[in-house]
């Protein structure tokens, strides 16, 4: 479980956002474990016929078995909606160090087809990633971001009507608000204290997310990914 402690300040502060390549990096996990993403299912379907042409070494090297994905590939938004093209060529300016340590977190080690002239295995990776997203995420973004809007909008309404306390409190079975402390379990049993210190809170709907997901490093900002409302008009 982590906890994040929110001051007054943090919880007037806390924003929506919707990240295209945060929403293909958690897409690799069903991917990984098609089995785990039942509502996903029709649109594995649909782009069974162009995955042999994706570059499943760079793909399913950035997510392990228990479908921890690293962190590069699951952005904290820069405003309400980015782009995928601008997301894409923020990796090209991601520290070799950064990468390492984030494919660390989730593997252990780095996998293989990392390794090499750093040069060489960023632009295979943005390749593989752009590939990934134009044939199989572009045809259906339309749709898939309809839904992460819609829900959005949904959550602005509660938290109109009731605070925004009762949408803290709404976001997934995994999540739990008193008040001051935002609670996520997650599949690990380690407890960690994280306070938000004025860094802002950003909470991310996925089509991929069945419970909640925070970033793997604590050190980075304050994020949390919930089950959007709707997943099934996949």
Known sequence: MIRYRLEPSDVSAIRFGISPLSELGLG???????????????WLDRIAAVRPL????????LVDERRWVADFVNPRPASPLTSIDEELRALGRLPRARMLADLERVHG????VFT????SVVERLQHALS???????????ARMRAVLQADVSHRARIASHEGIGAVLAGLSEAVTYDGTHLDVRLTSSVARDRPIDGEGLTLVPSMFVVRASLPID??????VMYPARGQGAM
């Open 109 to 112: 080690t780095v996998p293989r």
């Open 54 to 61: 994706l570059d499943d070494e760079v793909l399913l090297g």
């Open 28 to 42: 690799l996990r069903a991917f990984r474990a098609p089995e785990r993403y039942p509502l996903q299912q029709p």
């Open 218 to 223: 604590d050190e980075l900002p304050p994020t």
């Open 116 to 119: 090499g002239r750093y040069e």
């Open 131 to 141: 590939t990934a997203w134009e044939l199989c995420f572009a045809p259906h973004w």
